[in-house]
């Protein structure tokens, strides 16, 4: 298990609703899509060159590297998603065809175990000179990882073998040795790969590698710093202009940290190893570090939509409560990250505060980043959008008005994909007391309690509606405890085990129902879901003013498609009656938020001293997750109140 309390993927089976639906997708559609993508075979769509990179490698064709030098980790990432589809739904030619992958890689390599083919074909003189800028071993944990879950999902050793000879050259290569390079990544991950290998092999001395990365990074003297002098550079790259290496987490040591800084993915990552080594290794400095820039993250930093990183030069988190909602950066990659530390922070305890924020990501930003269809993609993930103002300024040139078939950078596909193909370990947490379900998804789940095997079947349509049905079948009684969560916006949640209503208060944010269970018993969980509305702290100043719409877990949005545009001039009152409906044939099928708004009329003159007239306005608010899918339009999440 890539986490020490998650179902195994064959262990949960999602079967029909919300999630299931994009599980589906990505597994039938997305999937399929990205192979072609690397393998530079979707007419209109920016090339890879990620299979053709490996081949060239591999002495299979001849040819030129293509790309930019991280551009293995696109191709990991989709081993790895492929390989967790293969964990949930078996396919023969899908498992031949990673063969015949791996087989590739394996002749890429070289003899000492490194495998990176920008450095093979382009600098093979400057492997590990410039590790500030050009992530070689964050590459490497990408494989690590597409290893590991290669490994776990087809017991396979042949992509493991290749990632451990890597996994060992690294190992003799970094280190405070005489020999040794005394460095460390400038973009994080290999991390937290290094754990996951230990855990699948057995191995402690990658964790103990692992260990060592996070705690060398940022120490005096910066081996970064040095690094940067020994090439003859006077000042750090243009990203760095304002944080200095702070940008790469990398200016103090990671325990001294008090506030998220720097690239948002990176940061992430980082705290996602950081989470991991705690727990493995028993660290409680590290558990105290991730706990601290927890509280700071969700505080002060956290996006309405579950979305980090404001600030488009470096991808950065920037300022507390600097959240501008159209310069939002909210990269589909850093709100994967949040979800990946959320995640992991349960398993230093069950709050479900955790979750919360898993699901708040999940629901929104994530999801906003790939289409209906499952063939375009958003990297950068604005919660307001004028498409002609977004394709002029610079500081929005990175936001993408429509979703795109593929990126030069495409980081982000693979990692939605990777993501829901693994879906299933999101959703509970076995326990040894029982089990504890986080996500409300309609399927099966098994799992063992008391000695028993036990398997759930849940029943609901959320987050559509407010009913979650649980049907508890242990193969014979046994005695065990349900958890089940009580998300933080849910108030007036009611509970019955067989009909009979359950006086129990959550504790932390779960309902604990401990009781001998028997086949056919029977939960059902009532989440009132209201529309409500949402204010920012003033102190996020660019939405002083304005009021946002929720529903449950989802957050919503105004589309120029039910407003024309100018959605600027459109307000709500805040006495106006918001009402919530179903639109089976809208989007895919989903619930709308409806309710009479006013429009302020456009003036003669661009000032003028009397106050604007007003003309009635319907409005119709959609899921952020769906928005432009219905073209290109304005956007937006901040809704002024009047």
Known sequence: ?????????????LTRGFLAERARLVRDVVIPYQWEALNDRVPGAEPSGCVHNFQVAAGEKPGKFYGLFWQDSDLAKWIEAASYRLATHPDAALEAELDRLIATLGKAQAADGYLNTYFQLVEPQNRWANLRDCHELYVAGHLIEAGVAHFRATGKRSLLAIVCKLADLIERTFGLGPAQIPGYCGHEEVELALVKLARATGEARYARLAAYFIDQRGREPNYLLAETRRRGEEKLPWHMY????????????????????????????????MADLARDLGDDSLRRACATLWTS?????????????????????????DLPPDRAYAETCAAIGVIFFARRMMEFGLRGEYADVMER???????????LDGTRFFYVNPLELI????????????????????FGCACCPPNLARLFASLGEY????LPDGLALHLYAEGELRFTAAGRDVRLAVRTDYPWTETVAIEVCPAQPAEFTLRLRVPGWCRGATTTVNGQPVAAAPVDGYLALGRTWTAGDTVNLTLPMPVERVYADPR??????????QRGPVVYCLEEPDHGDNLAAVALPRTAVLTARAEPGLLGGCVVIEGQGVRTRRSASLYQTEPPATVPQALRAIPYALWANRGEGEMRVWINES
């Open 427 to 430: 959703l509970a947490s076995q």
């Open 242 to 273: 304002f944080d200095g290496l702070a940008t790469l987490q990398a200016a103090r040591p990671v325990r001294e940290l008090t506030e998220p800084v720097g690239h948002a993915v990176r940061q992430m990552y980082l705290l996602a190893a």
């Open 297 to 321: 993250i969700v505080q002060r930093h956290l996006y309405l939509t579950g979305g980090v990183g404001g600030e488009p030069y470096g991808e950065k988190f920037t300022e507390p409560f």
């Open 387 to 406: 498409p002609a103002v977004a394709k002029r300024r610079y500081e929005c040139h990175l936001v993408k008005t429509q979703r795109v078939g593929w």
């Open 540 to 549: 996020v100043a660019p939405v002083a003013g304005r009021v946002a719409l």
């Open 361 to 371: 990501a999940l629901y929104n930003n994530v999801l906003s980043g790939m289409s």
């Open 1 to 13: 298990m890539n986490y020490p309390s998650a179902l195994p993927l064959a262990h949960v089976r």
